[in-house]
């Protein structure tokens, strides 16, 4: 079974802070990974995707990748109360597998 | 704007009877997804599907069922609800390019057995 593990949190950050969530995965052959956000109810939503080592920014989020660590992470800088949710790391199986694989998420509160 | 709809968004159900949740994509999505959400476990896959009339055991089959009879459409039959099946139901698609693209997920819909 291919694991994704993930920090349950809850993880609280004051409002403006940078807001650090990682994530670590059982599959060397794994080469695509995701990052969703969820807000409480509602369905996951794509933030954030990384193929390469390295990092690639969008916004105020900035996914990171590091595949000999088998670690993914996504920073969230100048936090807003409205990025409180739970977000999702998701890596694709490895030799071209069709299925993503979900970690079970940590929740973000960002405090006022 | 593209999307993938979810038949209900809330639905509450009786011990016994056969339910049935509808999921279409208009995407052009060949991979769909069934998934149930509970709280502390996570996303568990259900069953997929990477073709018509082609589907695949996930995780978590067990007194599931699915159709897939469209492209475009991806049903799970619950064929005797059970309370233990209340949870967020969650349908998802995507391209077949190795999960390159991610998927994307409908509403979601909130079944409760009684």
């Known amino acids: 079974q291919k694991e994704v593990e993930q920090n349950s949190g809850p993880l609280s950050v004051p409002e403006g802070a940078i807001a650090s969530l990682n994530c670590t995965y059982s599959d060397r052959g794994s080469q695509s990974f995701f990052w969703y956000r969820q807000y409480s109810g509602k369905s996951p939503e794509l933030i954030m995707f990384?193929?390469?080592?390295g990092d690639k920014e969008d916004g105020r989020f900035t996914a990171q990748l590091n595949k000999a660590s088998q670690y993914v992470s996504l920073l969230i800088r100048d936090s807003q109360p409205s990025d409180s949710a739970t977000y999702l790391c998701?890596?694709?199986?490895?030799?071209?597998?069709?299925?993503?694989?979900f970690g079970t998420g940590t929740r973000l509160t960002v405090i006022p | 704007d593209v999307k993938v709809t979810q038949s209900s968004r809330y639905l509450v159900k009786r011990t016994g009877e056969k339910v049935f949740l509808e999921c279409v994509q208009d995407?052009?999505?060949?991979?769909m997804f069934w998934y149930r959400q509970d709280p502390g476990l996570g996303l568990r896959l259900i069953y997929f599907s990477y073709d018509v009339k082609m589907k695949e055991k996930g995780d978590i089959p067990e007194g599931y069922s699915v159709s897939r009879e469209k492209k475009e459409r991806f049903s799970l039959i619950l064929e005797s609800a059970s309370t233990n099946q209340t949870s967020m139901y969650l349908c998802?698609?995507?391209?077949?390019?190795?999960?390159?693209?991610?998927?994307?997920f409908g509403s979601g819909t909130r079944l409760t057995v009684v």
């Open positions: 998701a890596v694709n199986g490895g030799s071209g597998a069709n299925n993503l694989f």
């Open positions: 998802a698609s995507s391209f077949p390019t190795g999960g390159g693209y991610g998927y994307t």
């Open positions: 995407m052009d999505h060949e991979n």
């Open positions: 990384i193929y390469s080592n």
